[in-house]
């Protein structure tokens, strides 16, 4: 017998020894099963402020305890794992992530399912904490102030340097994004950073002139 003929034969060994009783299958589903309503909840209740998609989070449970199968079963047999590399290799999804945390979520309840596959639930568990900790901690780290759009709209087609005289009174730090002006119309948007917008609204719609104003709080990527 040569070494190639030894080593293919201890392989196949090593790898048919992970034969797993049903209570033992019973105990890597129950724990995965806790953990993926852990990342379940833990998405629920980060999505709150933004836009909350159930479909999804049911998803990433049903990943944990699906990821946790497949491995079990990669680990009963070399044959069957290299037919399910086969048939996974074919599969393409091509739902898109519209928040990239939501990519965070996906891998988590992966590496949760791999990691409860082979046993290492210590590992899981805390590999869940650490991610729970760190999500919520950078998510209320202080960053710069969004810039808010305020749009004005008026009859007169002079109205441009009396609203950059009061706008000027609240922030220095505004910027005209675009203004169209007509003989008979204005309308100007300004980039701003503002605390007290009530204010400066009242104040500009005081202006002889103006018909229309309005402020909105820009929810998107910020500037430093």
Same mark, same amino acid.
């Given at each position: 017998?040569?070494?190639?003929?030894?080593?293919?034969?201890?392989?196949?060994?090593?790898?048919?020894?992970?034969?797993?009783?049903?209570?033992?299958?019973?105990?890597?589903?129950?724990?995965?099963?806790?953990?993926?309503? #852990?990342?379940?909840?833990?998405?629920?209740?980060?999505?709150?402020?933004?836009? #909350?998609?159930?479909?999804?989070?049911?998803?990433?449970?049903?990943?944990?305890?699906?990821?946790?199968?497949?491995?079990?079963?990669?680990?009963? @047999?070399?044959?069957?794992?290299?037919?399910?590399?086969?048939?996974?290799?074919?599969?393409?999804?091509?739902?898109?992530?519209?928040?990239?945390?939501?990519?965070?979520?996906?891998?988590?309840?992966?590496?949760?399912?791999?990691?409860?596959?082979?046993?290492?639930?210590?590992?899981?568990?805390?590999?869940?904490?650490?991610?729970?900790?760190?999500?919520?901690?950078?998510?209320?780290?202080?960053?710069?102030? @969004?810039?808010?759009?305020?749009?004005?709209?008026?009859? #007169?087609?002079?109205?441009?340097?009396?609203?950059?005289?009061?706008?000027?009174?609240?922030?220095?730090? #505004?910027?005209?994004?675009?203004?169209?002006?007509?003989?008979?119309?204005?309308?100007?948007?300004?980039?701003?950073?503002?605390?007290?917008?009530?204010?400066?609204?009242?104040?500009?719609?005081?202006?002889?002139?103006?018909?229309?104003?309005?402020?909105?709080?820009?929810?998107?990527?910020?500037?430093?």
């Amino acid at each position: 017998m040569s070494f190639n003929d030894v080593f293919k034969k201890s392989f196949l060994n090593n790898i048919s020894m992970a034969d797993m009783s049903v209570q033992q299958v019973l105990v890597v589903f129950g724990i995965t099963l806790l953990l993926s309503l #852990y990342i379940f909840f833990i998405y629920r209740i980060f999505s709150r402020k933004n836009f #909350y998609n159930k479909s999804f989070n049911v998803a990433l449970a049903a990943t944990t305890m699906i990821t946790a199968a497949v491995i079990i079963t990669i680990q009963s @047999s070399i044959v069957v794992s290299l037919g399910m590399v086969g048939a996974l290799s074919i599969v393409r999804f091509r739902t898109a992530v519209k928040d990239p945390l939501d990519l965070v979520f996906m891998f988590w309840s992966l590496a949760v399912g791999i990691i409860c596959g082979v046993g290492l639930f210590d590992i899981a568990g805390i590999l869940s904490i650490t991610v729970t900790v760190m999500i919520f901690v950078l998510d209320r780290l202080p960053v710069a102030q @969004s810039p808010m759009i305020l749009m004005i709209q008026g009859v #007169y087609c002079d109205l441009e340097d009396d609203i950059c005289q009061i706008v000027s009174e609240y922030t220095k730090f #505004y910027k005209v994004k675009s203004r169209n002006i007509t003989p008979d119309r204005t309308s100007i948007v300004i980039e701003l950073r503002i605390k007290d917008g009530g204010s400066l609204v009242q104040k500009i719609s005081g202006i002889e002139g103006v018909a229309y104003v309005s402020i909105i709080d820009h929810d998107g990527e910020v500037t430093f």
